[in-house]
T-cell receptor, first 110, second 117 residues
Framework: GQNIDQPTEMTATEGAIVQINCTYQ??????LFWYQQHAGEAPTFLSYNVLDGLEEKGRFSSFLSRSKGYSYLLLKELQMKDSASYLC???????????FGAGTTVTVRA | EPEVTQTPSHQVTQMGQEVILRCVPI?????FYWYRQILGQKVEFLVSFYNNEISEKSEIFDDQFSVERPDGSNFTLKIRSTKLEDSAMYFC???????????????FGPGTRLTVL
């Protein structure tokens, strides 16, 4: 089976930085994805890591350590519109189906 | 920018009825997926589809479910006899699958909210 853990909720202030951790134990590994999901909407792709290290895309960065089964998503210069659920997902097979964590709800306060 | 589209946005049906959820993947994508998300729960994989056949399916995807790509653009999910527990948001996703940057990334449609009464 697949086990993907992330915190349930996080709260931060506008302009601050928040780090969302994700640990995983899966039967295989073909990459780790982070998606953003606003309530009632579809997941929107944020980042993809398949090799160890940091990937930076504007205000969002994602890190992967395959040996530790660990990733984090870093959100910088938080804005109110960043309030959403952030989903960690692992692709355990060549088919690239995604196994999702339960999501971390981030609330940005003024 | 190309998008995955899904219809209808909301479907209400009676228990035991058949429903067909429709998706139009991004036009040059080769791999197609269905996921569902029960309210307040995580997104769950249902089925993946490539080259006109199912490549993988989950335990959820039992004999009541089927998928089809009836033409060059549509990708459908059929639930033969709906149950109360099928009530969920159903997402279609597609990915390019050819070599190059971004080919492993799945892009999700806006979803169909299915309510079974």
């Amino acid at each position: 089976g697949q086990n993907i853990d992330q915190p349930t909720e996080m709260t931060a202030t506008e302009g601050a930085i928040v780090q969302i951790n994700c640990t995983y134990q899966t039967s295989g590994f073909n990459g780790l994805f982070w998606y953003q999901q606003h309530a009632g909407e579809a997941p929107t792709f944020l980042s993809y890591n398949v090799l160890d290290g940091l990937e930076e895309k504007g205000r969002f960065s994602s890190f992967l350590s395959r040996s530790k089964g660990y990733s984090y998503l870093l959100l910088k210069e938080l804005q109110m519109k960043d309030s959403a659920s952030y989903l960690c997902a692992v692709s355990p097979s060549n088919d690239y189906k995604l196994s999702f964590g339960a999501g971390t709800t981030v609330t940005v306060r003024a | 920018e190309p998008e995955v589209t899904q219809t209808p946005s909301h479907q209400v049906t009676q228990m035991g009825q058949e429903v067909i959820l429709r998706c139009v993947p991004i036009s040059n994508h080769l791999y197609f997926y269905w996921y569902r998300q029960i309210l307040g729960q995580k997104v769950e994989f249902l089925v993946s589809f490539y080259n006109n056949e199912i490549s993988e399916k989950s335990e959820i995807f039992d004999d009541q479910f089927s998928v089809e790509r009836p033409d060059g653009s549509n990708f459908t999910l059929k639930i033969r006899s709906t149950k109360l527990e099928d009530s969920a948001m159903y997402f279609c996703a597609s990915r390019p699958g050819t070599s190059g940057v971004g080919t492993d990334t799945q892009y999700f449609g806006p979803g169909t909210r299915l309510t079974v009464l």
